[in-house]
């Protein structure tokens, strides 16, 4: 597909696709993109998934250079596992709402008022505060990260408090919350998501454990974005209301084409209704393809910081 963008000289046209291709050959570069990022780009990076996942590829992979189409927190742990690598992000301003919930001079001198609590910290946060944990957790892992720690051992959770509360029922572990939260998994509307399921009575709710208490209630079943995608692949059901960031209904629809699938309405009067995250889709194939043309934005931390933000991650890929 021909597309003219801003890159371009004018009167130029240049196919995103093929020169992607060709500049992630040349740059020797592996593109790895999260579920929530709009179809395009998820249908050319090399790997796509969680959270997890992707700190998982970024580990493993031998690429000199590795873009990471998603926000900010996810590029900066991917040059936490890798400091001699060259990261880049398409979109340097792509932060995220839930990091942004939770400052390191805040969380510092929370952390300083309890000092034997072990620091167990959601990956959605930004590398000064990993580098102030003693364990990294994602939603899909965050239940064993939990059990791993012993029962006598006090914990502070953070920065997300939806999923800390969560994970004080499947665990029966009192934790101290930090009170965060992600604006994409507090904007759903219980009212229209009722309303929805009135008029598609067999579709079955399921839910991010980010989402608040009130729509976890209502969930059928509640996962990370990965179990979500698992269990509706191996799930019955033919109708599905999503309640998490709608971009994962394209590979829920690729994977099951001939299942129907809702994403759970917010409360905004947005064109799809949906949640989504503003953050996720400011990366476009356009600025992928800049991005990787000019080996720009590259996210850079210190080698302190690499060094005590690594610490943790290090024992979550152990977990």
């Known amino acids: ?7 371009c000289m004018h009167g130029e046209t240049i196919d995103y696709q093929r020169e992607i291709a060709r500049l992630k050959k040349e740059r020797k570069a592996i593109i790895l993109a999260h579920f929530y990022q709009v179809p395009e780009i998820q249908e050319i990076a090399d790997f796509v998934g969680d959270s997890l996942f992707l700190a998982q590829k970024a580990a493993s992979t031998d690429a000199e250079v590795i ?5 900010h927190f996810m590029a900066e742990t991917a040059k936490i596992i890798n400091p001699s690598k060259t990261i880049l992000l398409p979109v340097l301003k792509a932060g995220c709402s839930l990091a942004d919930s939770c400052q390191p001079s805040d969380f510092s001198s929370y952390v300083k008022q309890h000092p034997d609590h072990a620091v167990v910290t959601y990956i959605n946060c930004s590398a ?3 580098a102030l944990s003693d364990i990294v957790c994602t939603s899909s892992n965050a239940e064993a990260v939990i059990n791993s720690i012993p029962l006598d051992q006090p914990i502070i959770f953070a920065p997300d408090e939806n999923l800390g509360k969560y994970l004080e029922k499947v665990t029966g572990r009192k934790m101290l919350l930090w009170s965060g939260s ?10 229209k998501l009722l309303a929805l399921h009135r008029s598609h009575p067999q579709a079955k709710v399921i839910a991010h454990p980010e989402s608040e208490q009130h729509i976890l209630k209502i969930a059928t079943f509640i996962g990370s974005t990965k179990k979500l995608l698992d269990f509706v692949q191996s799930d019955d059901s033919k109708e599905y209301i999503v309640a998490t960031e709608a971009g994962i209904l394209h590979m829920m629809n690729a994977l099951v084409p001939q299942k129907l699938f809702l994403p759970a309405p917010s409360y905004e009067e947005n064109t799809c209704a949906c949640s989504e995250c503003e953050y996720m889709k400011m990366n476009t194939l356009e600025k992928l393809y800049l991005c990787l043309r000019d080996q720009q934005p590259r996210i850079e931390l210190s080698d302190q910081l690499i060094r005590q933000a690594g610490i943790p991650i290090e024992r979550m890929l152990e977990i």
Do not use: N, W
């Open 128 to 130: 000064e505060i990993k």
């Open 67 to 71: 873009v990471l189409a998603g926000v």
């Open 1 to 7: 597909m021909l597309v003219v963008g801003d890159g």
């Open 182 to 191: 992600c604006m994409v998994h507090e904007d759903f509307s219980l009212e």
